[in-house]
């Protein structure tokens, strides 16, 4: 029994020994000097000696626990650190039990283990799976952060395109009697790539950021804003009356944003244009925002600063000015576009002192096409500069042309949107082209807004007036800006609309205001031209009202470059 037992102990490695609490002596075995670091030899000791090994933070603990296990004869377990004399920490493991002897005595018989390295194992393991635990929530962190990043614009803070995409997805995964009827508000600015082109970029996103807190204001719980793009941001509403909300969300937004929206210490004037769609529990969320897409362009179609709500028949008026828009970049490819060329005459001598350019679209299939039918998508899609230049290039050429063939044309006119005005290479590209000083006339949109403050433009403008190019007002008496600050420009000429010319022979009040406009001007040394003179009273007035230059059917039509010579030659508009 001993022997198996002592095998047992030895492999083990346990430690067996007993204490005498009375006497104050510990007996243990040769393992038990090992466990202690002592040596084997160690087999008798005081139970001094033994409690000196003992870590002073677990003493207390340690003799508790036996004097519990003496008093109560309770077994004894625990476990306990002890110091080598070598300086080591060991981790010991106890186990005990008390006997009382045949005279009396109390004696614990035990057996102590070592378990550090158990223990120190246990510990890393802990320690790794803290370890493992605070990575976690870090990469837990980490991933939130991103996944915010990756759903949210960094200037405005707003939902990002891809949070829409996702917002859709969960839309879509929505059972259908769950779905609420849905509204998509599609914003669009107006002028904000004239702030970030004067002003710069820093401005351009303060502007983005105070508009975003704008559209912030306007929304409500229903809502869900996200901005898509530079200057695009869409808005959902979801509730009963989605149609009725999103209506007039849209109506303040684009009033609100018509006002002055301060930014950078400074005041900026912009717009917004609002394109709506509204569906009912049948939810198409991608049908909503392609209609709400076509709402918006013919919003901005109709002019800046306005709310489209989306119906079938926009639809189709949106597929032809797509098309239109596609036929347009070919013709621009392919040379498609010529000036016509409509003399104009001293209103005195009739004599031709000059002749408008006005662009013709040649089609292949279609014949000329006339500018109404294609500027206004030609702008839409930013290549109305394009056509402008072509006109002049081409009409500056005829020019010569015209003067090889035996006719002198004294000046040429040609129309300059504004987005020509604004286009970056215009002055460069105006540098290039050979002119004489005076012959070459540009004819400005009273709309184009000369009343804004707008340094760009009247950087241009005076740069245009520098290169000896002559400045006309076009359509005067149709647009809103001040007489005021039209003289500023200081103009050659003023055109006066056709709209005003035609009730002239009926019209006491008109000729009148006619008359004043041509004092005004003249007492500026400002030239007046008259548009669509189409009878001889007309021309007669015209010349008694003191305006300068006639222009009209009556004297002669827009003709193509290869007439204008034989036309100027056969003198057929004279009485
Ligand atoms: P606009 O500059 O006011 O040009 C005058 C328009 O009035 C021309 O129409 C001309 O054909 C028409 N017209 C001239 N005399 C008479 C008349 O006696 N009676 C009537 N009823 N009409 C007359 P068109 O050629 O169709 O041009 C329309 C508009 O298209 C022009 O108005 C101009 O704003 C724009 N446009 C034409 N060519 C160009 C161009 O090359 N560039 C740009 N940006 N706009 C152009
Ligand atoms: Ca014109
Ligand atoms: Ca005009």
């Given amino acids: 029994m001993s022997r198996r037992l002592e095998l047992a102990l030895e492999a083990s490695g346990v430690g067996v020994w007993q204490l005498h ?31 000196e090994r003992v870590h002073p933070d677990d003493i207390a603990e340690v003799e508790q626990a036996l004097t519990a ?18 300086g080591e920490t060991r981790i010991i493991r ?33 320690e790794a799976e803290e370890r493992a635990r605070n990575q976690n929530q870090e990469l837990e962190a980490a991933r939130n952060d991103l996944e915010f990043q990756a759903l949210h614009d960094p200037l405005t803070g707003l939902p990002n395109r891809r949070y829409v995409e996702r ?36 401005v351009g996103d303060a502007v983005l950021r105070s508009i975003s807190q704008v559209l912030v204001s306007l ?68 049908q909503l925002i392609a209609d709400a897409d076509i709402a918006l362009y013919e919003a901005k179609k109709r002019g800046k600063g306005r709310v489209r709500l989306y119906t079938p028949t926009l639809r189709s008026e949106f597929v032809t000015s797509r098309q239109l828009a596609d036929e347009i970049l070919a013709a621009i490819e392919q040379d498609q576009f010529v000036p016509f060329f409509q003399p104009q005459f001293d209103a005195k001598s009739l004599e031709i002192v000059g002749a408008e350019a006005l662009v013709r679209w040649n089609h292949p299939e279609r014949g000329l096409i006339s500018p109404a039918a294609f500027l206004p998508v030609a702008e839409k899609i930013g290549k109305l500069c394009a056509i402008d ?13 015209f003067e090889v063939e035996g006719f002198k044309l004294p000046r040429v006119s040609v129309n300059v949107s504004a987005q020509r005005l604004r286009e970056e290479s215009f002055l460069s590209k105006l ?25 760009a433009l009247s950087k241009a403008i005076e ?22 600050s039209l003289i500023e420009l200081a103009p050659h000429r003023l055109k006066i609309d056709r709209k005003l010319v035609k009730p002239l022979a009926t019209s006491n009040s008109q000729r009148k205001l006619i008359s004043s406009v041509v004092d005004i001007a003249r007492s500026m040394d400002i030239g007046v031209v008259a548009e669509g003179v189409e009878t001889f009273e007309q021309i007669e007035i015209l010349r008694a009202l003191g305006c300068s230059t006639l222009q009209g059917f009556r004297l002669a039509k827009p003709m193509p470059e290869s007439e204008v010579v034989r036309f100027a030659l056969g003198r057929g508009w004279m009485p």
């Fill in 431 to 455: 540098s290039s082209l050979r002119f004489n000083p005076g012959s070459l006339s540009f004819e400005l949109l009273e709309s184009i807004s000369f009343d804004e403050e707008d340094h």
């Fill in 219 to 286: 929304s409500n719980s229903a809502c869900f804003l996200a901005r898509i793009g530079g200057d695009e941001f869409v808005i959902f509403i979801q509730a009963a009356n989605a149609g009725e909300l999103a209506s007039e969300i849209g109506a303040s937004i684009v009033t609100r944003v018509a006002k002055p929206i301060s930014a950078d210490g400074r005041e900026w004037r912009l717009g917004a244009s609002v394109g709506i769609a509204v569906q009912d529990t049948s939810c198409d969320i991608s």
């Fill in 94 to 126: 106890a186990y005990g039990v008390t006997h009382i002897m045949p005279d009396g005595e109390r004696v614990v018989i035990g057996a102590n283990w070592d378990v550090t390295k158990d223990i120190l194992l246990q510990e890393e393991l802990r």
């Fill in 463 to 484: 740069s245009v007036r520098g290169m000896g190019i002559e400045l006309e007002i076009d359509d005067f008496g149709t647009g809103h800006a001040s007489l005021v």
């Fill in 21 to 51: 609490p009375e006497k104050k002596r510990l007996i243990w075995d040769n393992r038990m000097g090992e466990i202690f670091g002592l040596g084997p030899e160690s087999t008798t000791l005081g139970y001094d000696q033994f409690r």
């Fill in 167 to 202: 917002f859709i997805e969960r839309l879509k995964a929505t059972p259908a009697t769950e779905r609420k009827p849905i509204a998509c508000i599609h914003i669009d600015l107006d002028r904000f790539k004239e702030v970030n082109d004067t002003a710069g970029h820093n």
């Fill in 389 to 401: 230049e072509i006109i002049l290039t081409k009409s500056l050429d005829a020019v010569r042309k």
């Fill in 69 to 86: 296990a003496i008093e109560s004869r309770r077994k004894l377990v625990g476990q306990f650190r002890i110091s080598t004399p070598s």
